[in-house]
């Protein structure tokens, strides 16, 4: 088994979005708990609603690529459109921050917002340093 912290956020209906990511991760992988969830400033234009960011811990028996692509799979099912604006509004960003233990996305090192989420789910990364 793999764990996996994985960040989310939406600023489109986001807490029905994020609820519902949460529904159909747990229909494919085993939920082991979710952080607290902030309300953030978009990052890139700002004539858009705030983001509602957190993150899930979840165990998997997928490798990280195949955990990616799945994560793939439910943001395009939920209506994400990635367009030429990286930081335009969205039903639901879902990305791998923390796999069996090390840090795999910079995000971490970069938001406060991650960070903190992902210290909430696994308090032993706290000490954790940008390389």
């Given at each position: ?45 700002k ?59 910079n ?22 340093k940008?390389?």
């Open positions: 088994m793999n764990i996996a912290v994985i960040s989310v956020g939406s600023n489109l209906d986001p807490r029905a979005n994020v609820t519902r990511a949460r529904d159909l991760l747990e229909k494919e992988q085993r939920f082991l708990g979710q952080s607290s969830f902030v309300v953030t400033r978009p990052i890139g234009p004539d858009q609603p705030d983001f509602l960011n957190g993150a899930f811990l979840i165990s998997t028996e997928l490798d990280l690529q195949g955990l990616k692509d799945a994560l793939k799979k439910i943001e395009s099912g939920m209506g994400r459109v990635i367009g030429a604006d990286k930081w335009g509004p969205r039903t639901i960003d879902l990305d791998i921050v923390v796999w069996n233990g090390e840090v795999v996305d995000d971490f090192y970069e938001r406060d917002f991650v960070r903190n989420a992902v210290i909430e789910l696994l308090p032993q990364l706290a000490q954790k940008n390389c």
